[in-house]
């Protein structure tokens, strides 16, 4: 076919960028103390922050041979939102139990 000065046939990668900006992830800590009760962590692992029951014990005994224990890695709204639940849940069960969110 002769050439006709189009450019049919002729085909043109054009890259577009599909990533997006991954969001900024926050480490969620829980520390120990010499009043909280043990079973009173697990629960608020499992409730708050959706640990299966095997996993919330790990956590746990880490926290109590550690002085702290990550919880997990979220991004910031998450993070805050799974701290202020398990805020209530200590708040209704009268533990001082701290737990503090950082910047990954």
């Known amino acids: 076919m002769p050439n006709t000065g189009s450019d049919t046939g002729v085909l043109e ?5 599909t990533r997006t900006a991954r969001p900024s992830q926050y ?22 922050f959706q640990k299966d029951m095997l996993s919330a014990l790990n ?7 550690s002085d702290k224990g990550l919880i997990g890695t979220y991004p910031r709204e998450e993070a805050y ?3 202020e639940v398990a805020k ?8 001082p ?7 990954h």
């Open 13 to 17: 990668r054009v890259e577009t960028s």
């Open 27 to 48: 480490d969620v800590i829980m520390w120990n103390d010499d009043v909280t009760p043990m079973d009173c962590v697990v629960i608020i692992l499992m409730e708050a």
């Open 59 to 65: 956590i746990m005994m880490d926290i109590h041979n």
């Open 81 to 83: 939102s799974r701290v």
């Open 88 to 95: 209530k849940l200590k708040e209704e069960m009268g533990i």
């Open 97 to 103: 139990l701290l737990i503090t969110v950082e910047k």
